[in-house]
């Protein structure tokens, strides 16, 4: 048996936008977060051009330079979504535009796992082909040099920026429980991989080993295709209402269990179980009630829970109360959520 759903007071944080939900402390974070993307994209920019003029007719060069192309993506997705959250709900959006950030998640992840196949696949044919890259001289300020010494210093040059800025990310990410902008972090954190990766293959086509290029571009084609597989399965899960996660993926959010807490601390509660999914920043709760026999909670009763359990972290920004006398069988999981 379902019951009604009574919701309480404070309807202008069920009702806002995205960043409304923000405290001062998140908007400042916010602000910071959408500076270092702006940073994002002037570096990725000028290295896309750098890789672009020395990548000649290298694999791994090649793959590394779509890398480079594809790193546009999360900061540009972030940038939107960030500017789509501030809209306010409307007749065609009644639950408001969080769900852009899910949106942008998985834009990136599509075009992540889609190009990674293709480097992927176009790697392994030059393989089979026995194609071999030719890297030669180039003339730099009147010195014939090999064009190989010119990709390694663009490489390990470019790869600095967004190791530095990834980290920075993370930590605004979490604070954010922004997915999006944890995968671009993720990504270049973890991106002095894919230059040693190229490094690794153009010195081996100087050694002689001229598969030694395709198989650092497969490696960072593969590298591109687990971001992809990730990525994509943290959005979809998000957009199709899994459980709420932490903003890594790695485990289910913890808020679910003190939503559950809290509503138990009533005096009138014998048991409750919340659904909890993941708007993008911040979490629609719908609170299942159990009452005492013989208690009859009012009105104010209900509503003084629904802002309790809004006190207990900003991004609980929806939440809807729901007495009924024995708990949906929908909600037999929530024995999972506990220690």
């Known amino acids: 048996m379902t019951g009604a759903r009574t919701e309480g007071a404070g309807g202008e944080e069920a009702t806002g936008s995205g960043h409304d939900a923000f405290g001062e402390e998140q908007r400042a974070t916010l602000r910071r977060a959408i500076r270092l993307e702006w940073i994002t994209l002037a570096w990725i920019s000028g290295t896309v051009v750098l890789v672009g003029l020395v990548a000649g007719q290298s694999q791994a060069m090649r793959a590394a330079w779509l890398e480079d192309m594809l790193s546009l993506l999360p900061p540009i997705a972030f940038l939107i979504a960030s500017r789509r959250i501030r809209k306010r709900p409307d ?4 639950y408001g535009h969080h769900r852009s950030i899910g949106v942008a998640h998985l834009v990136a992840a599509l ?3 889609v190009m990674g196949g293709y480097l992927a696949v176009d790697s392994v044919l030059t393989l089979v082909t026995v194609e071999r890259p030719p890297i030669g001289l180039t003339v730099l300020f009147g010195q014939a040099i090999w064009s190989g010494w010119l990709m390694v210093a663009v490489m390990a040059v470019t790869s600095i920026g967004p190791v530095v800025l990834g980290r920075k990310k993370l930590k ?3 604070q954010l429980h922004d997915k999006v902008l944890y995968a671009d972090a993720d990504m270049g954190k973890a991106d002095w991989s894919t230059a040693v990766a190229t490094i690794a293959g153009v010195l081996g086509v100087g050694l002689g080993l001229w ?3 395709a198989i650092a571009a497969l490696v960072v084609s593969v590298s591109i295709v687990r971001d992809g597989l990730t990525n994509l399965r943290g959005a979809i899960g998000g957009l199709t209402d899994a459980e709420a996660r932490t903003y890594d993926g790695s485990e289910p959010h913890p808020l679910t269990r003190e939503v ?5 601390q009533e005096p009138w509660v014998r048991e409750a179980s919340a659904r909890v999914r993941d708007e993008g920043h911040v979490f629609h709760a719908e609170v299942f009630l159990v ?7 009012t009105v104010a009763q ?5 802002d309790r359990i809004h006190e207990l972290d900003w991004k609980v920004h929806d939440v809807v109360i ?7 069988p929908r909600q037999t999981f929530r024995s999972t959520l506990r220690p």
């Not at 007749?91 to 009644?94: A, E, G, Y």
């Not at 559950?260 to 138990?264: F, G, I, S, T």
């Not at 009452?291 to 909670?297: C, I, K, L, R």
């Not at 209900?302 to 629904?306: F, H, I």
């Open 91 to 94: 007749r065609l959006h009644p």
């Open 111 to 113: 075009a992540l796992l």
């Open 172 to 174: 605004l990410a979490e």
């Open 211 to 213: 598969w030694a290029d």
């Open 260 to 264: 559950e807490v809290r509503a138990e």
């Open 291 to 297: 009452p005492h026999p013989g208690a009859d909670p």
């Open 302 to 306: 209900v509503a003084a829970l629904r």
């Open 322 to 328: 729901a007495p009924v006398p024995q708990l949906p």
